[in-house]
């Protein structure tokens, strides 16, 4: 039996969809592997240890290992201070006055986008605990923060990092 015009439409539509389904879900797959990560890409695991990374830098009282983990561009706006630091002088100054009060962070909340294989943002609510030099005395400290990630040479970089106490409820 020979198929009618009408027949063969309707088989050449019906053959152009299942194409293009194939191909869209082709698409939709491509880089990915089997357990939905894809190739290449940062996981929010890997994007939230940065954090313990920067934090364990703090731990070791050295404010070069902690700017060591800025981009030479980076730019900071800290907490305790009102001085943007644009420079890796900059952001080693601050840390060098910052590490005198042994601060210790924690998370309290982290959102994490991962924007594409060499660039994510993670932004949230941290605790710092810090120990006045003077007096001994340690208080928590709760900031917003926003860490803006880069991945340069192979190396995952803070490029930009705001942190600001978190305002007194109103």
């Known amino acids: 039996m020979t198929p009618t015009p009408r027949i063969r439409a309707a088989l050449a539509a019906s053959l152009a969809v299942a194409t293009l389904g194939t191909f869209a879900a ?13 190739h290449g890409r940062a996981g929010e695991r890997e994007i939230a240890a940065l954090f313990d990374g920067w934090n364990a830098a703090l731990l ?18 800290p907490t305790a ?18 590490l005198q009060k042994k601060p210790r962070g924690e998370k309290l909340r982290s959102v994490i986008h991962v924007l594409d294989r060499n660039s994510a943002l993670d932004a949230g609510l941290y605790r710092f605990h810090l120990t006045d030099p003077r007096t001994g005395v340690t208080k928590a400290v709760d900031a ?16 930009n990092h705001h942190s600001s106490v978190v305002p007194a409820e109103s």
């Open 60 to 77: 070791t009282g050295d404010p070069e290992k902690v700017a060591a983990r800025y981009a030479e561009d980076a730019v900071l706006l």
């Open 81 to 98: 201070s009102s001085r943007i630091r644009t420079d890796q002088e900059g952001i080693t100054d601050y840390f060098a006055h910052f």
């Open 144 to 159: 917003r923060y926003t860490y803006q990630y880069e991945k340069r040479d192979g190396r995952w970089l803070i490029v």
């Open 26 to 38: 082709g698409v939709g797959v491509a880089g990915e592997e089997e357990d939905g990560r894809q």
